[in-house]
């Protein structure tokens, strides 16, 4: 029996752990401004699941069923979060940029985040919809930004579809960043310098 390089990537998920070499700097679950204050983790027990393949049980949960994530570090001096994404995107049938903007999003700009590192390398595919919520989530943080690091090239390729790299900075260097040599602080300003000079 042959499997799609999809297929075995979902059967090894259960393996792939959140970043957690930063966790010396920033816990989500002990910060009292994070969406996932007190949430609570079992090292044994694995209940989320993408599809029917189980996955690590420290991903976050956030309201999708075939994607999780993991805020890796705020930064509210600098007013900028990273969150590491894993599973597929699908706006098309499970609304996932709705939910995420509702349940995560909305929260950290809440308490002044304006800028957005997501890390895209254990997102697997994209399905879309349209771009409304990216918009509304574009100009909810006036003077702030929104990147994507290390997207798989067909992710990038069905995101750029529908223009959403209209609102998210993706491509050129941010696709391949060497993030985890990084401390998160080093990190943000890699990103920063890569988007402002867009921006210029």
């Known amino acids: 029996m042959r499997f799609s390089f999809l297929q075995m990537l979902l059967l090894y998920m259960h393996l792939i752990e959140p970043f957690y070499r930063w966790r010396g700097d920033y816990i989500a679950s002990e910060d009292v401004q994070s969406p996932f204050y007190r949430r609570t983790y079992s090292e044994f027990e694995f209940s989320n699941k993408i599809y029917n393949y189980v996955i690590h049980p420290q991903w976050d949960s956030f ?4 994607l999780y994530l993991k805020v890796l570090y705020v930064d509210y001096l600098q007013n900028t979060a990273i969150i590491e994404c894993i599973g597929e995107w699908n706006d098309a049938i499970e609304n996932d940029i709705m939910i995420l903007k509702s349940n995560v999003i909305n929260p950290l700009i809440n308490e002044g985040v304006k800028c957005f590192i997501l890390i895209f ?9 349209d771009d409304c919520y990216y918009e509304e989530w574009f ?22 579809r529908i223009h959403i790299d209209q609102y998210m900075a993706m491509g050129g260097p941010l ?3 060497e993030w985890r040599t990084f401390k998160p602080q080093h990190f943000i ?5 890569i988007v402002n000079h ?3």
């Open 198 to 200: 867009r921006l210029q």
């Open 139 to 160: 100009d909810d943080i006036e003077d702030g930004w929104i990147a994507a690091v290390n997207m798989l090239d067909h992710v990038s390729k069905e995101f750029q």
């Open 63 to 66: 309201g999708s069923s075939t």
């Open 121 to 129: 390398e254990n997102v697997l595919n994209f399905h879309y919809s």
């Open 175 to 177: 696709d391949d960043l």
């Open 189 to 193: 300003e890699k990103v920063s310098q």
